[in-house]
């Protein structure tokens, strides 16, 4: 009887084409754990494989090193997953591509460290009380990156009671310095290396970050308030969002329907985008125009990290594209109560156009975009 040829055997072009097919970075690193020809294979296929979407860390945990994690490829948790030891009992409150996380503990120590490799990223000061001086940990509710951490130039921003603080990696002796805004800000987004700032009243502040003597990131003029019309919102003063969709900065708007003024027994939440147009006029400089469609790319948002993603048409033809996915501490919908750890899709009304997807049951959880392996 004649032996099938081994698995490691398997020819390139057709490899090429099993690799296509594997989405997510569990089901890759077994993938390269098959043989060392496979593992060899692997290095030149990146290219090929789909692009990787976000995972979305738990906020509860059995135990206190381990956390579930969400994937919306397969739409399951995995359990448990194994904490780095500079997470374990500190809450999450940012984080960027390939698998970076910024964590505060209760003694307002921040860390950032990778969640699959470990690696810690050192601050020259971890100490947060210095611009949170008597404040609990949620007086910080986001920090973000103006780059990968592992880049020596890489700047923190945080959100304070007071206004924002910055740092910068890879600077031994500096420490936080900060800009006071007489506002409630909501949101920070570092775009075209300034840092933005939205407001509860969907201000938005645009902040030019240089560095001082001593290499520390500060805010180098006075705030910027941009000069933006309102747009058509029925539910003003909300805690929305900011981040960059295919090169341009967009907000994303919490909404829901009906209006309050008509009478239904539920109202279901969904989300509007503007993206932020130079149409400079007499009046103003920038206008928030609407956009009904992400096409190929979908928005994966929370509130201590978003991301829009693009889905190739290479392995995600099971993930709707130009949807919102988010969790349901970001809505209200009495009807998740029925759903657990699944996507729950909600009818939105179709003048808008993108649909939101909600993960049931997953409050105060943040999304990671894990490495692509």
Known sequence: MTMPPPWSDLPDDLLRVVYTKVVGPLQRIRFAAVCRSWRAGVITLLHAAPSVVPWLILSHAHEEDKRGMYCPKDNQVFFPVSLPIQAVGKRFVGGHDGGWVAVLGDNMALAVVNLFSGIEVLLPVKDMWSVCPGSRTEIIPKVVFSESPASSGCILAAITSHGVALCRIGCPNGEWTEKHLRCGIVDILFFNGQLYCLTIFED?????????????????????????PPHSNPFPA????????????????????????????????????????????????????????????AIFLG??????????????????????????????SRRLQDHGYCLYPTSVYVKWGIRTYVLAHAPGGMWVLPPDF
């Open 303 to 332: 509130k201590m990290w978003s991301k829009a993603v693009y889905l190739s048409a290479v392995g995600h033809n099971e993930l709707p594209r130009s949807c919102i996915y988010t969790t349901d501490d970001l809505v209200d």
């Open 238 to 297: 909300q805690p929305n969002n900011i981040l960059e969709l295919n090169g341009k900065l967009v907000m994303v708007v919490r909404t829901a329907w009906p209006p309050l003024d008509e009478y239904f027994p539920e109202r279901e939440p969904f989300f509007r985008v503007f993206e932020l147009a130079d149409e400079s006029t007499a009046e103003c400089t920038y206008k928030w125009k609407e956009v009904t469609s992400l096409g190929d790319y």
């Open 204 to 228: 938005l502040f645009k902040l030019e970050i240089g560095v001082n003597k001593h290499h520390e990131p500060v805010v180098t003029a006075e705030p910027r308030l941009l000069s933006i």
